[in-house]
C-alpha cells in the first residue's frame, strides 16, 4: 500500500517529468466568449483587437476567444449565450441588441459588455448611463436617432424624392422603437414613408418589388445582422434599377450603393472594457459609452449612374467619397 506521503512524493516526481507544453496548461490563460446574431465569422473585428491589445491583451497570446454566431437567427442567441455560460468564459462580448438581451438572461454573474445600437436602459441592460450597475456594460450608437439621421441624410441627397421605403427586421427587438421614429421623421420631413418589415429573403424581394413600384423612390436599410446579408448583391440590384438608397454598413456604399452613416470605433472601445475587466475592473462602474464620431460615405460613380448631383455642403460634410 502506498502511504499518502509516498504517493504525494511520486506526484510531485511524475509532475516533474511532464512536458513543458503539459505544465503550461495548467495555468489557463482567460477566455472571452464573443456572442453575435451576425454570420459567422462576421465579427473578425481588427478595432476590437486593437481595443483588446491596447489593454494589454492579445488573443492566443495572452487570452483565448471562444466564437458563437447565430448567423442571423435570433431564436438560437438563449443557447449559444447559456453554452458560454457552461463554459465559464471570463467576460461576454454581445455584438447587436438580441445578443446582449440574450446574454443578460444568461447570466448575472460573468460579466457582459455590449455593442448596440439601441437605449441599454430601455431594454434593461442597465440602470443607467453613467451607473450601469450589475454585471452589463458596453458602448452603443442610439439606433433609433441614427437611423433617424440616415433619413435626413437620405432626404437632403434626393429631394426631389418624396417616397422612402424602410426595411426594418421585425424579429430585432428594437425594431418597433425604430419604426416609430422613422414614421415621426418622415411626417416632419413631409415624406411618404413606408416602414416595411423584412426578416426572410422572400420579405427582402418584396420590398425591392415595391420599391420598384412605386419610382421614384429611394431605399433606407436600417442596421441589422439579416440585412447586412448579401449586400453586394443588393447594391448592384438598386445600381440597376437605379435606386438611391442609404445603410449602415460602409461595405455597402463600396459595393455601388448610394450612401451609408456608420458610427465611428465602437468595437475599439468594446475591447477596451473587456480588457479593462480582465485585470479585475467592474462592468457595473464602467460608463455605457456612447458613439461620439460618425463616417459619411458618399459614392459619386453611383450618384452620376443614377443622375444625382448632390448639393455642395452635403458633399463637403463626407468623411469619404467614391469616385
Given amino acids: 500500500m502506498i502511504q499518502r506521503r509516498d504517493f504525494i512524493t511520486l506526484l510531485g516526481g511524475a509532475a516533474a517529468g511532464w512536458p513543458v507544453a503539459a505544465r503550461g496548461q495548467q495555468a489557463s490563460m482567460p477566455v472571452i466568449g464573443i456572442l453575435s446574431q451576425g454570420r459567422s465569422g462576421s465579427y473578425a473585428s481588427p478595432a ?9 491583451f492579445v488573443e492566443k497570446r495572452n487570452v483565448s476567444i471562444e466564437y458563437h454566431w447565430a448567423d442571423a437567427q435570433y431564436d438560437r442567441l438563449p443557447a449559444l ?84 421605403i424602410a426595411v426594418v427586421n421585425p424579429t430585432e427587438p428594437n425594431s418597433g422603437n425604430l419604426a416609430r421614429r422613422l414614421e415621426a421623421a418622415g411626417r416632419e420631413l413631409g415624406l411618404e414613408l413606408h416602414v416595411m418589415p423584412v426578416s426572410t429573403e422572400r420579405d427582402y424581394d418584396n420590398a425591392f418589388e415595391f420599391v420598384r413600384n412605386r419610382r ?3 431605399l433606407l436599410i436600417s442596421g441589422d445582422a439579416f440585412l447586412r446579408s448579401r449586400l453586394q ?20 456604399a463600396m459595393a455601388g450603393g448610394l450612401m451609408s452613416y456608420a458610427p465611428n470605433d465602437m468595437s475599439r472601445a468594446a475591447g477596451v472594457y473587456v480588457g479593462r475587466i480582465l485585470k479585475g475592473e467592474k462592468p457595473g462602474n464602467l460608463p455605457v459609452q456612447e458613439a461620439t464620431t460618425y463616417t459619411l460615405t458618399i459614392n459619386l460613380k453611383t450618384a452620376a449612374a443614377l443622375g444625382i448631383t448632390f448639393p455642395t455642403d452635403l458633399l463637403a460634410r463626407a468623411d469619404e467619397v467614391i469616385e
Fill in 216 to 218: 421614384p423612390a429611394a
Fill in 81 to 164: 449565450a447559456a453554452d458560454l455560460v457552461r463554459r465559464r468564459v471570463d467576460v461576454i462580448f454581445a455584438s447587436g441588441l438580441p445578443a446582449a438581451v440574450a446574454a443578460k438572461a444568461a447570466t448575472s454573474e460573468i460579466p457582459v459588455v455590449f455593442q448596440i445600437g439601441a437605449n441599454p436602459i430601455e431594454f434593461d441592460l442597465v440602470v443607467s448611463l453613467s451607473h450601469p450597475g450589475g454585471n452589463v456594460t458596453g458602448v452603443t450608437s442610439m439606433g433609433g436617432e441614427t437611423n433617424v439621421k440616415r433619413l435626413q441624410l437620405l432626404h437632403e441627397a434626393v429631394p426631389a424624392i418624396t417616397v422612402i
Fill in 233 to 252: 448583391e443588393r447594391a448592384a440590384l438598386l445600381l440597376r434599377d437605379k435606386v438611391p438608397a442609404i445603410s449602415q454598413f460602409h461595405d455597402f
Fill in 48 to 56: 476590437f483587437d486593437q481595443g483588446l491589445s491596447q489593454a494589454g
